[in-house]
C-alpha cells in the first residue's frame, strides 16, 4: 500500500468522524432549541423542563420527569373549579400510520394525555379530546415532543362525574338508559382494567352492553368479539404473554357464558408491548393490567 492511499484513508476516517460528529450535534441543537412545555390561563402558569413524547406511528405516551409535575398541577387546577375544562389537541402527521380504534392518531394521542390526567385525579367531564393535522414534520429522530396541544376554557355547567365503577369503557355509553334499542350499527369499544377483569357480575350496564354485541353479530355474520389482553411488565416475553392471555380468556368464558357464540369470540395476547403507564406511576400496574373489547368486521 503507497503513502498515497494511506493519506486518503487517514483523512477518510476524520471526514466520517467529523460528519458524525456534525449529524449529532445538530440533533441536540433541535433537541435545544424546543419550546418549553407551558400553559399559562389567569392564575394558573405551569412551566416543564422536561416533555411528553410519542414515536412515528404511535399513540403510546412517555414522560421526562418534570412532566409527572406538569399533569398532576393540570389536575388539581381543574378539580379546583368544575367549570374549568381542559382541551387536548391531538397532533399527526398524514403520513403516519394510524393502528389504534379512533379516527385518528391525534384522538388516539389526545386520549393518552386524558388518561394521563385522570390518572393524577382529574374528571373526564372536564377533558375534550380534538386532533389537528400537522402541515409541516417537527419530529426529531421520528420522535414527537409535546404532541397534543392544550387549552383551558370555561363551561357554564360541569358534566355529571361517572361514577367510580369496576369496569371503564374507551367510549362509555349510558349505563342508565337500558330501554335504548339495540345497537346494530357500532358497538363502543370497551376496556376492563386490573381487578376488574376478574370481578365481572352481569350487571344491568353489562347486560345492555352484551345485548348490543349480540344484536350487532346478528346483524353482520363476518364480524368477530376481539378480545384483547395485555399485561404489566413481568420480566420475560413469555410470562407476559401468557399473563395477558389468561386476561383475556377469562373476559372470554364470561362472554361465552353470558350468551356470545364462542366461535364469534377471538382473544389475542399482547403482553407488556403497548402499556398505558410507565412502572414509576403509582397506578400502572392496574392501567397496564388491562382487557380491550371491540368489534372488528
Given at each position: 500500500?503507497?503513502?498515497?492511499?494511506?493519506?486518503?484513508?487517514?483523512?477518510?476516517?476524520?471526514?466520517?468522524?467529523?460528519?458524525?460528529?456534525?449529524?449529532?450535534?445538530?440533533?441536540?441543537?433541535?433537541?435545544?432549541n424546543l419550546v418549553?412545555?407551558?400553559?399559562q390561563h389567569n392564575?394558573?402558569?405551569?412551566?416543564?423542563?422536561?416533555?411528553?413524547?410519542?414515536?412515528?406511528?404511535?399513540?403510546?405516551?412517555?414522560?421526562?420527569?418534570?412532566?409527572?409535575?406538569?399533569?398532576?398541577?393540570?389536575?388539581?387546577?381543574?378539580?379546583?373549579?368544575?367549570?374549568?375544562?381542559?382541551?387536548?389537541?391531538?397532533?399527526?402527521?398524514?403520513?403516519?400510520?394510524?393502528?389504534?380504534?379512533?379516527?385518528?392518531?391525534?384522538?388516539?394521542?389526545?386520549?393518552?394525555?386524558?388518561?394521563?390526567?385522570?390518572?393524577?385525579?382529574?374528571?373526564?367531564?372536564?377533558?375534550?379530546?380534538?386532533?389537528?393535522?400537522?402541515?409541516?414534520?417537527?419530529?426529531?429522530?421520528?420522535?414527537?415532543?409535546?404532541?397534543v396541544l392544550f387549552?383551558?376554557?370555561?363551561?357554564?355547567?360541569?358534566?355529571?362525574?361517572?361514577?367510580?365503577?369496576?369496569?371503564?369503557?374507551?367510549?362509555?355509553?349510558?349505563?342508565?338508559?337500558?330501554?335504548?334499542?339495540?345497537?346494530?350499527?357500532?358497538?363502543?369499544?370497551?376496556?376492563?382494567?386490573?381487578?376488574?377483569?376478574?370481578?365481572?357480575?352481569?350487571?344491568?350496564?353489562?347486560?345492555?352492553?352484551?345485548?348490543?354485541?349480540?344484536?350487532?353479530?346478528?346483524?353482520?355474520?363476518?364480524?368477530?368479539?376481539?378480545?384483547?389482553?395485555?399485561?404489566?411488565?413481568?420480566?420475560?416475553?413469555?410470562?407476559?404473554?401468557?399473563?395477558?392471555?389468561?386476561?383475556?380468556?377469562?373476559?372470554?368464558?364470561?362472554?361465552?357464558?353470558?350468551?356470545?357464540?364462542?366461535?364469534?369470540?377471538?382473544?389475542?395476547?399482547?403482553?407488556?408491548?403497548?402499556?398505558?403507564?410507565?412502572?414509576?406511576?403509582?397506578?400502572?400496574?392496574?392501567?397496564?393490567?388491562?382487557?380491550?373489547?371491540?368489534?372488528?368486521?
Amino acid at each position: 500500500m503507497n503513502k498515497q492511499t494511506l493519506l486518503w484513508g487517514f483523512l477518510s476516517v476524520i471526514w466520517i468522524g467529523a460528519g458524525s460528529s456534525y449529524v449529532g450535534n445538530l440533533a441536540c441543537a433541535s433537541l435545544n432549541n424546543l419550546v418549553p412545555l407551558g400553559l399559562q390561563h389567569n392564575d394558573l402558569k405551569l412551566e416543564s423542563t422536561d416533555h411528553f413524547q410519542f414515536g412515528l406511528s404511535s399513540s403510546e405516551i412517555s414522560f421526562g420527569p418534570s412532566t409527572k409535575t406538569f399533569f398532576s398541577d393540570l389536575a388539581n387546577y381543574l378539580n379546583e373549579d368544575p367549570t374549568r375544562q381542559v382541551a387536548l389537541s391531538g397532533l399527526f402527521l398524514p403520513e403516519e400510520l394510524n393502528h389504534t380504534q379512533h379516527n385518528n392518531l391525534g384522538i388516539a394521542r389526545g386520549n393518552s394525555v386524558k388518561e394521563a390526567l385522570v390518572h393524577f385525579g382529574a374528571s373526564e367531564s372536564q377533558i375534550d379530546i380534538k386532533s389537528k393535522e400537522l402541515v409541516k414534520n417537527p419530529m426529531i429522530d421520528n420522535v414527537l415532543y409535546d404532541g397534543v396541544l392544550f387549552e383551558i376554557n370555561s363551561i357554564e355547567s360541569p358534566k355529571n362525574d361517572v361514577p367510580a365503577a369496576t369496569e371503564t369503557s374507551l367510549n362509555s355509553f349510558d349505563a342508565t338508559d337500558i330501554s335504548a334499542p339495540k345497537a346494530k350499527e357500532f358497538v363502543e369499544p370497551m376496556t376492563l382494567y386490573g381487578d376488574a377483569v376478574f370481578s365481572l357480575d352481569m350487571n344491568p350496564s353489562m347486560q345492555h352492553y352484551i345485548e348490543k354485541i349480540g344484536a350487532y353479530l346478528a346483524d353482520h355474520p363476518d364480524a368477530t368479539l376481539q378480545i384483547i389482553g395485555h399485561t404489566q411488565e413481568l420480566g420475560s416475553i413469555v410470562k407476559n404473554a401468557d399473563r395477558s392471555l389468561e386476561l383475556a380468556r377469562k373476559v372470554r368464558r364470561f362472554f361465552r357464558n353470558n350468551g356470545i357464540n364462542f366461535r364469534r369470540i377471538k382473544t389475542h395476547a399482547k403482553g407488556a408491548t403497548e402499556p398505558i403507564l410507565t412502572p414509576q406511576y403509582p397506578q400502572a400496574e392496574t392501567k397496564n393490567n388491562r382487557v380491550e373489547i371491540k368489534i372488528i368486521d
